[in-house]
């Protein structure tokens, strides 16, 4: 038996996140200069000590299994548990792909059952922050709750663009508001819940049952124990965090990362041992900044070779900046090559896109920053020598 | 199937390197900001395809076995196979077996265990970036007892005098192995034995009570044995004095001595949870070597700097090797410089080796 | 780079071995008082040296995954490669269940593809045999052909049950006949295929193009080589080889393994150190053997205690078989509690399956072997009661 | 979290085995058809949620390095924490520690380097199927600085004479240990204390020139210290004896104690590919524990059969001890009678000892 199961929701597509989400699953997606997104989740659940993990896949797995691989980064790789990735599967009732987070979970109710939890905590694998679970453990078996629900303070302003809950003293929920057009509360969801087993398995079983769900948990499963009148709490969170869900707020988190201030989880990661940041690392040598090379204000990771001028950047690994070349406020994604002369600025560039020399493409200040791969290169190349 | 397995064996390997080891074995000195020296004898076994390496280790092993771990940072985590350090630990009152042969005495189980009937042996001093596939190809092409693995130097230097020079026939049979200065092909401690042979000279060797498989067992029966030679042509480094240390160290700060070394198949190391690199507002960095971990708010220069150092505005580092976990306070001025492991330098010191003599300052003081 | 990288295709229903199958992956049922089926493709697998393996799966795959696990049984637990279960996943042209052998291996050609094999190993998990897939490799290798198919000589009279190569000198492949009326050859297909893979890679993506085709490797994709008159050949492999597809012929397997003289893989792996079975293994304790229990002709595993008389059988970990049972030629699964008096006869034990005092269940000779479960066990004993 | 981390302390271990520990240490000789005593201390430990286990071993190590593996067996092959085997390797020459307090004193790090705050330790001598969450939990209540777990023997037998007695007051802390032989509350040798106390005491028996952590700085000082005492009920055996040893296993064939020892949760031990046992036409069991890749033709009474022990038509063994790859021939008589690893018995032999004094053949004899 295992007190508390996690259950990791990676299966989004992450389409407003362009083309980086176009050949890969969001949560595998490169973040930090080192690190992909799911990997924040994954490492608070090992500082966590939640060694059992299902992790549910279901849109262009691949990278992202073999980047999980036995688990070893996050000490997951257990004889008893660890870390098992849970793709949709034919059963004796034929198959079907999961049509809902609610959906993802029912499908792998034998899963589940196999280690008889007591909890199961759902999480989800696109965002940046870093929690330990058993802080919310704690509450929710304090509390007696049958579901505990992380919530974040945002500003009143932006509170009709989430899922807001409305409680009572004590924190207890009476009301999920999803993007309320007057919101009465400003504790947004974080769409991390601690969920009692047995009351959960009810409500997901009657759930799948019912035709009319869109089998979710935030329009489905919780306001369905809510009108049974449940106890439900919200959990109040304080620290960093954010989602990465459109360009535009990946590069601001990013940026977010050369701020020692802004509490992002890299600088925490410094100070903390039991915040540490696990990732399925190639074992590369440490980087080379040559005698032209300036780097100022940036992040850089191992297996690169830097010649050129890096300013309020992050630079992942195996990445080539030649002479002269000059980045801002960019993020280089692994094994990028930038020729000589290259300008960027406000430019994402993807894994191995070679730019050749003297190439230059901005994004403008108010402009959401340009994302750069092989392919659509030659577009921004193009419309570059037309200015010109 | 022909295959290898490892045996990195740590006995009789001369070095010079004081302060550095009084804690450590040669083997597990840091190099080139994130490595250790047994890094590049271990990968460049597992880059041959070999599945199980044993290592000779007389004394102060310890950092080795912390460094080794699991060996899964290697894949050498197996059921089967996998890594066996192997200090001294002989119970047996009839045992006679002297210097390295005491080790292959007492561990001949681990030679009869495994699927391989060729042992690649290997010293830690020998620095380079290889497979000895092509090395194995030919030994059995060649159907040779032995075959010993040297490179030409350009530049002989004292690091160099600790081995035998190579002497071949025009067929590439070895006919000598000699201390000739004058000769440049020098022997790189690495070699292919069959396994069976490697056996019956440890009899050998005990029944005349010689202490030194290599010595009197090969170099000096090479009338009786089929010793072929193969000759490594890539950047390499012998490290034994510190002095050696501390100078391939520096020639890795030219930029295509570094790629030479570390392009593909990369050396394996034992892996950290360190973040990338922070350069802070003030960070000048040039020429240098930089793992990560490390944040720099300071003036770095023709230096290397191991994981999780910390530079503070306004100091400088020249020509210097800053190991793990240095952290360098305000205004401090370093210049040909080795600082082990730990080491706090206070704000304001200035510290000043020469080139040949770098100061070296031991693990954990406060300076 | 990897030189060949094995598939190994383990997503069958097995629906003709009944309640075998009911509830688990035909590659999962038990096998041979300590294993499951696929144990002895994984471990020829890990005796062969091929360290990179993509195990497909589809039907009822938890038991599988988790029996899986890492991969560290079988030393496939490895940082670059060792064992990836692959199920069907959602891709940009939206999802697809594998429709057949062929277009399970074409729906991981990202998979294949991102280890650059030169040559794909592709297997099947529900056989017993123990073959080092090297020999086919070389002999592949030195006749430089694109697909190299092992095939066993297999009485004339049976000839017409099995896909049939018909070969010419240095056995060239120039026809395969599935299950001909009047075959012209005795060399069965056992659905071993090494190929090369940028051949196949091309004929997958023509198949699966093609919509009249079954995507199937023995009645589309070989024949298809065969026309374009590539160099096919077959491999000619003379050890034990036994389907278990029927619940017959699953006992009939059990049964070889206490023939010393069958050549059956337990034999086998005591005396040869490079074909031992690895598996998933419980860390139990040695079984017990009390004083009233005796044991013949016989094969039991750890954890069991035994107190009544075991004849001509295979009990797997955890059994217990009490006072005066009476167990011959049976087979009982992992967990399985035989009461006092109990006789069975020709009967295999589903997993956890407890038998109450006094139960007496046979089959007859010339019968199929009875299989029980505890919720079939009912029906047997029924029929007992009234035959008394 | 309170958490603890575990130490399996073999230093100042009694025992008496003889033949059985020439080349292995007492921690790994083998026990119950498949077990080495060191199983029990470390299967206790993880089953109690210890993540990181340190083991201090002076010498006759190799067969427990081999034995432990990469520690995948016990779930301890993690990147954090798992499995730390530390023999003797000081190189301080200002080093004046003496007794286990050496190995206390130079392993400081791996007390720094985990989260636990608190240390179970024990030796390898008492064997128990438990785990100590309970007792763990009754040590953070009383918050006690030290929590010795004790046990209530029957009867009080030799094997026992080297463990302290433990007397308390009503409420259960310990205000005496002794040696008096009347008292049955007999000291397990495994206790739980604070982790920086620990560090604390061990600066103190250094400083005093003590040599034995437990008895200088603990029972010695048991008015200064919060001892609390923790009573273990259950199937268990303290095993330093050869007649211990012996009677231990042989207890193990009446099935309510094979029973107790081993029900959930399971005693992990190092696994390998042996095959269920086989039984052949002539084969007749009774009253026996045999483990798996042993095959059987013979008659076998009142013994334990190690893995893949061979028994041929004809031969008969009574009341014995048969270890690992032990092959018997036909027409062979065997009664109380240990055989060690690998040992061969040659058709027709008879070989007979008593239940006080069984006989011994050592590893791979050939008899």
């Given at each position: 038996m295992k007190e508390c199961l996690g259950m990791l929701l990676a299966g989004g597509e992450g389409k407003r996140l362009g083309p980086l989400t176009s050949e890969n699953a969001k949560p595998a997606v490169p973040f930090g200069g080192k690190y992909r997104i799911i990997d924040f989740t994954l490492s608070n659940c090992a500082n966590s000590s939640i060694p059992t993990l299902g992790v549910l896949t279901q849109y262009s797995p691949i990278m992202l299994n073999r980047h999980i691989g036995t688990g070893k980064p996050w000490d997951m790789d257990r004889r008893d548990g660890g870390v098992t990735t849970l793709s949709p599967a034919i059963g004796k009732h034929g198959?079907?792909?999961?049509?809902?987070?609610?959906?993802?979970?029912?499908?792998?109710?034998?899963f589940i059952d196999q280690y008889n939890p007591k909890y199961v905590l759902v999480i989800s694998g696109d965002h940046i922050y870093q929690m330990n679970y058993q802080s919310i453990l704690r509450q929710h078996k304090e509390t007696a709750a049958d579901a505990t629900i992380s919530v974040i303070e945002v500003p009143w302003d932006e509170a009709s663009r989430f899922g807001i809950l409305n409680t009572e003293d004590g924190l207890r929920i009476y009301e999920f508001d999803e993007k309320p057009a007057e919101p009465k509360n400003n504790l947004a969801s974080m769409g991390i819940y601690m969920f009692t087993w047995s009351t959960l398995r009810k409500y997901l079983i009657e759930d799948a049952e019912n035709k009319n769900s869109s089998h979710d948990f935030g329009k489905d499963i919780i306001p369905a124990m809510l009108e049974d009148n449940k106890p439900l709490f919200g959990y109040q969170f304080d620290g960093y965090w954010k989602d990465v869900g459109t360009i535009r707020s990946y590069w601001e988190a990013t940026m977010d990362l050369l701020d020692e201030n802004s509490g992002s989880p890299i600088s925490v990661a410094r100070e903390d041992m039991s915040k540490q940041i696990y990732t399925n690392e190639a074992n590369l040598p440490p980087h080379f900044i040559g005698t032209s090379g300036t780097v100022i204000n940036s992040l850089i990771n191992s297996g690169c070779f830097i010649y050129g001028h890096i300013l309020?950047?992050?630079?992942?690994?195996?990445?080539?900046?030649?002479?002269?070349?000059?980045?801002?406020?960019?993020?280089?994604?692994?094994?990028?090559?930038?020729?000589?002369?290259?300008?960027?600025?406000?430019?994402?560039?993807?894994?191995?896109?070679?730019?050749?020399?003297?190439?230059?493409?901005?994004?403008?200040?108010?402009?959401?920053?340009?994302?750069?791969?092989?392919?659509?290169?030659?577009?921004?190349?193009?419309?570059?020598?037309?200015?010109? | 199937m022909e295959r290898m397995m490892g045996l990195i064996n740590l006995e009789h390997e001369h070095h010079v390197f004081n302060e550095l080891t009084y804690f450590r074995n040669n083997a597990s000195l840091p190099f080139a900001g994130r490595y250790r020296l047994i890094d590049f004898a271990l990968s460049n076994m597992t880059n041959s395809g070999i599945e199980e390496v044993a290592v000779f280790v007389r004394n102060k092993y310890r950092s080795l076995l912390d460094h080794l771990g699991t060996g899964d940072s290697w894949d050498l985590d197996r059921r089967h196979g996998g890594l066996f350090i192997l200090p001294p630990d002989w119970n047996d009152p009839t045992d006679r077996s002297l210097g390295d042969l005491s080790f292959f005495h007492n561990n001949r189980d681990y030679f009869y265990r495994g699927k391989a009937n060729h042992v690649l042996v290997s010293g830690s001093q020998f620095i380079a970036n290889t497979d000895y596939k092509d090395a194995f190809k030919r030994h059995l092409i060649h159907d040779a007892d032995v075959t010993v693995i040297y490179t030409d130097v350009d530049t002989i230097g004292p690091e160099h005098q600790a081995y035998y020079r190579v002497e071949t026939d025009q067929d590439g049979w070895v006919t000598q192995m000699t201390n000739d200065h004058r000769n440049p092909n020098v022997f790189t401690g690495v070699y292919i034995i069959k396994k069976e042979l490697l056996l019956d000279i440890v009899d050998y060797c005990i029944a005349y009570n010689y202490d030194n498989l290599f010595m009197n067992g090969i170099k000096e029966r090479l009338q009786e044995l089929k010793v072929y030679s193969y000759r490594f042509e890539g950047y390499h480094a012998f490290i034994n004095t510190t002095e050696s240390y501390y100078r391939e160290n520096m020639k890795l700060l030219q930029e295509q001595n570094f790629l030479r070394l570390f392009q593909k198949p990369f050396i394996r190391t034992k892996v950290s949870s360190n973040p990338p690199v922070k350069y802070q507002a003030q960070a000048v960095v040039n020429n240098s070597i930089i793992a990560n971990g490390c944040i720099i708010n300071g003036d770095v220069e023709n230096s290397i700097l191991f994981r999780g150092v910390e530079v503070s505005e306004h100091s400088q580092i020249r020509n210097s090797i800053i190991m793990q976990r240095c952290k360098i306070e305000e205004d401090v001025y370093l210049e040909n410089v080795i600082l082990d492991k730990d080491v706090h330098v206070k704000s304001g010191q200035r510290i000043i080796g020469t080139k040949e003599k770098p100061y070296i300052v031991a693990k954990r003081q406060v300076v």
């Open positions: 198959g079907d792909w999961y049509s809902g987070t609610a959906d993802a979970i029912y499908q792998n109710i034998h309020n950047s992050v630079i992942f690994q195996k990445v080539l900046v030649k002479k002269n070349a000059y980045i801002n406020e960019s993020i280089l994604h692994p094994g990028v090559c930038v020729g000589e002369d290259v300008h960027l600025e406000r430019v994402i560039v993807m894994e191995n896109t070679e730019i050749a020399d003297g190439v230059r493409i901005h994004a403008l200040e108010e402009e959401e920053p340009i994302v750069i791969n092989q392919e659509n290169l030659s577009e921004y190349v193009a419309v570059r020598e037309e200015i010109v | -």
